[in-house]
T-cell receptor, first 113, second 112 residues
Framework: ETGVTQTPRHLVMGMTNKKSLKCEQH?????MYWYKQSAKKPLELMFV???????ENNSVPSRFSPECPNSSHLFLHLHTLQPEDSALYLC????????????FGSGTRLTVV | AQSVTQLDSQVPVFEEAPVELRCNYS??????LFWYVQYPNQGLQLLLK??????LVKGINGFEAEFNKSQTSFHLRKPSVHISDTAEYFC??????????FGAGTRLTVKP
């Protein structure tokens, strides 16, 4: 148990489906992050939330929509995805203080068919 | 902005041999350095971190890393690896804003 829980662990969805990924942390952290990890590619930072406010959006397509209702929960809403969106989606949290590092969840393995 | 370069994308090594995974960083300000490990279909787990003080940092699973400011390096080492050390290893650097940048990863494969 890493302190950051992601559900579901695996998800298969069609290109016309709508689904959501969930991330939850009870570490008292103030910042939460979504990363995309594709095969043979570096980690891609998608979104950053600090105290529930989105502070970074790295040119992510609008078919990915984040939601952060409180400091403990983070969602990634998915709709009309493409096969190239298949990847491991990782959530992380941090205290936000210098040198604090990030705590990662186990990820959601997403396959778009 | 800071950045990280992991010099080897893959490192094959035999069991019980020593290993070094190389990491170089660039930054114009003080940095904090990290090594993470990722096992298949898992998230990243913190191995060790350098914040300040002693340049030799010891982490979990027998790993250690040495911060070298003049060479802007933070190489990860283990004197004797096990099959279970097979994983992807990521070097990362962050600044006072806790803005973290990851390297592309090094795939360590330990062979019997």
């Amino acid at each position: 148990e890493t302190g950051v829980t992601q559900t579901p662990r695996h998800l298969v969805m069609g290109m016309t489906n709508k689904k959501s990924l969930k991330c939850e942390q009870h570490l008292g952290h103030n910042a939460m992050y979504w990363y995309k990890q594709s095969a043979k590619k570096p980690l891609e930072l998608m979104f950053v939330y600090n105290f529930k406010e989105q502070t970074e959006n790295n040119s992510v397509p609008s078919r990915f929509s984040p939601e952060c209702p409180n400091s403990s929960h983070l969602f990634l809403h998915l709709h009309t995805l493409q096969p190239e969106d298949s990847a491991l989606y990782l959530c992380a949290s941090s205290q936000g203080s210098p040198g604090g590092g990030y705590t990662f969840g186990s990820g959601t393995r997403l396959t778009v068919v | 902005a800071q950045s990280v370069t992991q010099l080897d994308s893959q490192v094959p090594v035999f069991e019980e041999a020593p290993v070094e995974l190389r990491c170089n960083y660039s930054s114009s300000v003080s940095v904090y350095l990290f090594w993470y490990v990722q096992y298949p279909n898992q998230g990243l787990q913190l191995l060790l971190k350098y914040l300040s003080g002693s340049t030799l940092v010891k982490g979990i699973n027998g790993f250690e890393a040495e911060f070298n400011k003049s060479q802007t390096s933070f190489h990860l080492r283990k004197p004797s690896v096990h099959i279970s050390d097979t994983a992807e290893y990521f070097c990362a650097v962050s600044n006072n804003n806790n803005d973290m940048r990851f390297g592309a990863g090094t795939r360590l494969t330990v062979k019997p």
